[in-house]
Every structure is written in structure tokens, then in C-alpha cells.
């Protein structure tokens, strides 16, 4: 579900961010979206019932022989994907 935020920036921050967001295809809401679950990630839990059926079936399918910090491995993915 999404909710309106309203922040207050300067004009120029704005400006530059919009002009950012739009070189790499997406709007400058999805771009803070994705900052803020980069800053997040670690405080969020998803809980089962917010995962889709197909999803929930998914779970724990894969296998690894090592601990995987796959918060992190995330954050460093988002990281380099959106350039922060």
C-alpha cells in the first residue's frame, strides 16, 4: 500500500534528483522508495502473510552451505544498482 510523503528540499537538490531519476528510468518517488529500504533494511521483518502465495511456497527452497547475510548482500546490491 502506498501513502503520500511530503518533504521539504531545497530547489536545487530537487532538481538535480528529478534530472537523475530520469536518466535511469524511474521516478524520483521510486528513488527514494529504494534509498529509504537501503537505510532500512535491517530494522524492516517481512512477516509471511505480506508475501504472495507463489512466494510464501519459495521460502527456504534454497539451500547454502555457508551463513549468508542476505541483508546485507541486498544492501550492497540496491547499493550498486541505484549508484549510492
Known amino acids: 500500500m502506498s501513502t503520500k510523503l511530503t518533504l521539504t528540499l531545497e530547489k536545487e537538490v ?10 535511469r528510468g524511474q521516478s524520483l518517488s521510486e528513488m527514494v522508495e529504494n534509498y529509504f529500504k537501503l537505510l532500512t ?4 521483518k517481512i512477516k509471511p502473510k505480506q508475501l504472495s502465495p507463489k512466494v510464501q511456497k ?9 551463513n549468508i547475510d542476505y541483508k546485507k ?8 544498482k541505484y549508484g549510492l
Open 58 to 66: 519459495l521460502r527456504g527452497i534454497i539451500k547454502t552451505d555457508e
Open 14 to 23: 530537487i532538481e538535480t534528483a528529478k534530472e537523475y531519476a530520469k536518466e
Open 41 to 44: 533494511v535491517d530494522r524492516r
Open 73 to 80: 548482500m541486498l544492501a550492497e546490491e540496491l547499493s550498486k
